[in-house]
């Protein structure tokens, strides 16, 4: 068959005419069973295209495709290499191009360039150049530096086949407890606005296209005022709150991202409590979703559902309810009914579009209106290139996934957030000290002084921890760290052992604000990371590279100033430890 011929039998693919041409075309052609596969992006995994996903309890890629016409997944897990994703992503692209409209496939991720693993949330880098976490990257300050992530992660996914970046997450961090800081930008809001946008540059490029990857920055209107800072993917997080009457505030760095030209919208699960808007999760908020985003700010972009609003599901094997928060008492279609009513383009976590179909089929829900968001959907897969390019190079992809060159400045990057609190004179260490260490590997320290068993034999203790949390009651909810930010007994007992008998240098993974003072009182100095290997952390421990990192959001002194605090203020908790923008130079 000729490109003639192609373009005869299938008009939308004439790339002469105009987008909003090519949608009308491909719009008139499909049926509503067609139509109603674009509504639902749900988890995918790599492997064989005819297995069911246990962990997810998710049906066969063929099922999706084929019998359900879906065409937008979530990419979970990390893979070897590559030219794995890439290979299968491509095996994907041809199932989609088999069937009777060829409607290529679009793939979204989590962030995964991470050390943090989190299924709900993120993915080890794996093959991918590592970098800090978002609030990392907050705490070098440098919008150059970020754009510059963002742009090296956009060349990585466009290698491998994805295409929309399930954030940036824009939230503020303003309740010290809440899980989810670790993928934001901090506490402030002009700080996070800036990044925010310089993020959304990198990986959409100077100009939206084939070489774009689309950023679904999320959770709009801001998830971080959550009631005891609990988080909503679980029902006892489901209250957003505002005593201190800042909703606006937490609009701002949505504004900025818009301005910078975000594709895709995601609302939060939690339900806003006390204010002017329906107390219901956001994305089924009519007022949030047509009145706020699409009225007041004029988007008329994508905008998909958190994952998981309209159906319980396990997830480890572990019954968990659909994050229907205001809104329980609703049947699944009625729920999926609020959504659309909402202003909501796409079911975010479902693959249910027979649902969708008996609304149609009783009247509740207009063709018409499936074509409002059946256009925005088609119109991002044009814009991306999908329809003339659905397929990747996987020799590309094994040579520009993880280029030394990417991993070179994920390493510098990692360098650059450490953030050093204190100091009485014990950093930068010099050459040839006998080191002790835990939470380092010993090899990796031995490149920087002589590694002993003991504190008693060693001249300077490195110690790594992890910022505290307390345990839940399920594998999936540990994956969210929650609770207290005091360290125990038990690990405050054994640091001041340490110290007793040697200077001792404690550093702490700072996924949420921890309470350090009885840390600072007893350590020769502390330091803070969000995502940095053993070497690059001793690289500015012992002045190779310089402390460069500065603070993105408050430490509290105590948890009786975080319990005192006002969620949805910033910097609202009293007399803290050490200051948003705090950071000493080695």
């Given amino acids: 068959m000729t490109d003639t011929d192609v373009i005869t039998a299938r008009p939308w693919l004439d790339t002469s005419l105009t987008i909003d041409e090519r949608v009308q075309l491909l719009l008139d052609e499909m049926t509503i069973v067609e139509k109603a596969g674009l509504f639902f992006h749900t988890m995918i995994a790599i492997g064989d295209l005819d297995e069911a996903n246990p962990i997810f309890g998710t049906p066969s890629a063929r099922e999706f495709v084929e019998v359900k016409n879906m ?13 794995e994703i890439a290979a299968w992503q491509n095996e994907l692209q041809r199932l989609a191009a088999s069937t009777r409209l060829g409607i290529p496939v679009t793939l979204s991720t989590d962030p995964r360039h991470s050390f943090i693993e989190n299924p709900g949330a993120s993915i080890l880098a794996g093959p991918f150049s590592q970098w800090p976490e978002t609030l990392g990257l907050a705490a070098t300050r440098d919008p150059e530096l970020v754009e510059r992530f963002a742009d090296i992660a956009r060349q990585e996914y466009t290698a491998v086949g994805l295409r929309v970046a399930l954030h940036p997450q824009v939230d ?8 989810r800081q670790t993928a934001t930008f901090g506490e402030d809001a002009e700080l996070t606005g800036i990044l925010g946008a310089a993020y959304i540059r990198g990986f959409q490029g100077e100009s939206f296209g084939p070489g774009s990857v689309s950023t679904m920055t999320k959770h709009f209107p801001g998830g971080g005022p959550q009631l005891d800072g609990e988080d909503p993917h679980f029902p006892y997080g489901r209250e957003q709150v505002y005593p201190g009457g800042e909703f606006e505030l937490h609009l701002k760095p949505f504004e900025d991202a818009l301005a910078a030209g975000t594709r895709q ?11 002017e808007h329906e107390e219901v999760g956001f994305g089924f908020n009519r007022s949030v979703i047509t009145g706020l985003l699409r009225e007041r700010f004029g988007f008329d972009g994508l905008v998909c559902t958190d994952w998981g609003l309209i159906n319980d599901a396990e997830i480890f094997g572990q019954p968990f309810p659909a994050r229907a928060w205001g809104v329980e008492d609703l049947t699944p279609r009625e729920r999926m009914l609020k959504v659309l009513d909402a202003g909501v383009d796409q079911f975010g976590g479902e693959d249910c579009p027979e649902l969708l179909l008996e609304l149609i089929a009783d009247g ?4 018409d209106r ?10 991002e897969k044009f814009e991306l290139g999908l329809f003339e390019t659905p397929f990747v190079d996987e020799d590309a992809a094994d040579e520009i996934v993880g280029r030394a060159e990417f991993r070179a400045a994920g390493e510098a990057a990692q360098r650059a957030s450490v953030t050093v609190l204190t100091n009485d004179g014990a950093l930068p260490f010099g050459a040839g000290l006998r080191l002790y260490v835990e939470g380092i590997d010993p090899e990796v320290a031995s490149a920087y002084g002589v590694v002993v068993a003991t504190p008693a034999e060693a001249d300077l203790a490195i110690i790594r921890l992890q910022a505290p949390f307390e345990q839940r009651d399920t594998t999936f909810e540990n994956f969210f760290h929650a609770g207290s930010l ?3 007994d038990e690990v405050l007992d054994h640091l001041r052992a340490i110290a007793r008998a040697v200077p001792t240098v404690v550093d ?16 020769a100095a502390v330091t803070v990371n969000w995502g940095a290997s053993g070497a690059a952390l001793l690289d500015v421990l012992s002045g190779v590279a310089s402390a460069q990192g500065r603070l993105p959001f408050d430490l509290p002194r105590s948890m009786a100033a975080v319990v005192a605090s006002r969620p949805d203020v910033p910097f609202d908790t009293a007399d803290p430890l050490f200051r948003f923008g705090h950071g000493l130079t080695l």
Avoid: K
């Fill in 71 to 83: 065409t937008h997944f979530n990419l979970l897990g990390a893979a070897p290499t590559g030219r």
């Fill in 172 to 179: 503020l961090a303003t309740e010290p407890r809440w899980a």
């Fill in 265 to 275: 919208m995601m609302p939060y699960y939690g339900m806003p409590v006390g204010t």
């Fill in 364 to 367: 509740s829900v207009s063709e």
């Fill in 370 to 379: 499936l074509d409002i968001s059946a256009r925005r959907i088609l119109r």
């Fill in 486 to 488: 005091e360290f125990s």
């Fill in 508 to 523: 702490v993974l700072a996924d949420r604000p921890p309470i350090l003072q009885p840390i600072t009182d007893a350590a």
